[in-house]
């Protein structure tokens, strides 16, 4: 089994949902594309990704949502080393179809008050939906890495919710633990490193919000 050396989670570049919620009663989500800042952050994540890979291979998987491909494609990335594949299990949690604006705040509100994993969008996902399909997802990579020439590298273009519950996944972290982090900003990247002793690290922590309340599992504090 080639296991890659680094995986490598983005969230993509600011959007215009991100810039303004009141988009999402004339766009559908999956649509909506990367501001002038998006894109800048994008373009600064991108030169970074450069000098992380090199010249080595990348397998690259991307949200099949308009942003994450903006986002990718302005990394810069050499066509020539890069494997991308679309990946429609690495989508945004499903908020419904067309949103209202405030119905969509007053649903946050509900799932702020309910826990973000197990509470369900009206005509969308839970946070616990997502993170059955983000599982799923991980079966099919895992398969991947049994080809011997798997590249180095993995790249895995993404939304926040989708980056903390692939990490809760891949490191068995509490419900708990997930409703305590905040998701990364936009344009900013986690990496899973392989270390000596053959076990993926986080090159950095999520930032809290809260200390995690447990309802019995202690937290796996050292791996996060």
């Known amino acids: 089994m080639a296991r890659p050396r680094r995986i490598v989670l983005v969230?993509?570049?600011q959007s215009e949902g991100n810039a303004d919620d009141s988009v999402y009663e004339r766009e559908p989500d999956h649509a909506l594309r990367l501001t002038e800042a998006g894109l800048l952050q994008a373009r600064e994540t991108g030169e970074r990704l450069r000098g992380l890979f090199g010249d080595?291979?990348?397998s690259a998987y991307v949200s099949p949502y308009r942003r994450t491909h903006e986002t990718f494609a302005a990394f810069g990335l050499d066509p020539e080393r890069v494997r991308v594949r679309e990946e429609p299990r690495l989508r945004e949690q499903d908020w419904g179809n067309w949103q209202d604006r405030d119905d969509v705040r007053l649903q946050k509100a509900y799932r702020d008050a309910y826990g973000h994993f197990f509470y369900r969008f009206a005509q969308g996902e839970s946070g616990a939906d997502v993170y059955d399909r983000v599982g799923a997802f991980l079966?099919?990579?895992f398969r991947s890495f049994e080809a011997p020439d798997h590249p180095p590298n993995v790249l895995l273009v993404t939304h926040g919710l989708t980056m903390r519950l692939f990490?809760?996944?891949w490191f068995h972290w509490t419900v708990a633990d997930f409703e305590s982090l905040r998701n990364p900003r936009n344009g900013e990247t986690r990496s899973l490193v392989l270390g000596e002793d053959g076990r993926y690290a986080l090159d950095r922590p999520f930032?809290?919000?809260?200390a995690p309340e447990p309802?019995?599992?202690p937290d796996r504090v050292a791996e996060r």
């Open 167 to 169: 990490c809760m996944r």
């Open 139 to 141: 079966e099919s990579l």
């Open 56 to 58: 080595e291979r990348v």
């Open 207 to 210: 930032e809290r919000w809260r």
């Open 215 to 217: 309802y019995g599992c």
């Open 11 to 13: 969230r993509h570049g």
